[in-house]
């Protein structure tokens, strides 16, 4: 990395590899806000046992509780953020942790909660989210079933279709 990369605190190239969603075309869901709501859903979406991916909180509060339940990461996940060199959690999906994450967030809101959110499992990625919580849809891998993507797609109160906006 350059001297004034290294300055600026900005993502390598090396470091901006990793997974990332592959499929031709995913399922696209609309966007939600709420993100206690999607929180209380992803369980719907990918099994127990998955991870998900947060880059770039907002706020110190939400920073401070994924530092305590996040795990050292067990894939390198594509950053989405170069500049500044984003935070990145990486926190196991579980009934509890979700019930919990849900639980804190009710109590102590996020106005932002993250810029990039993904979920993967045995290093793949199964939902990926740029601009989360924003009017950016999420993409979800085609080896989640459509019935499946239906019901978590009706638990946040979205639509869902096929393929990459643009």
């Known amino acids: 990395m350059g001297i004034l990369a290294r300055f600026l605190r900005a993502v390598s190239k090396v470091e901006r590899g990793g997974i990332r969603l592959h499929d031709a075309e995913p399922w696209q869901v609309s966007p939600t806000k709420d993100v206690e709501r999607f929180v209380s859903a992803l369980l719907l979406l990918v099994p127990e046992g998955s991870i998900a991916y947060f880059e770039g909180t907002g706020e110190s509060h ?27 959690y990486h926190v196991p999906l579980t009934v509890k942790s979700m019930e919990d994450l849900a639980a804190f967030l009710e109590r102590r809101p996020a106005g932002y909660f993250c810029t990039h959110c993904h979920v993967y499992r045995d290093g793949s990625v199964l939902l990926e989210w740029h601009d989360a919580f924003t009017d950016d849809p999420m993409y979800i891998s085609r080896t989640i079933a459509g019935e499946v993507v239906d019901r978590f797609a009706r638990a946040l109160g979205s639509s869902y279709g096929s393929g990459w906006a643009g």
């Open 62 to 88: 939400v920073a401070e509780y994924l530092r305590g339940v996040s795990i050292p990461a067990p894939v390198q996940v594509a950053v989405g953020t170069i500049w500044p060199r984003p935070d990145c």
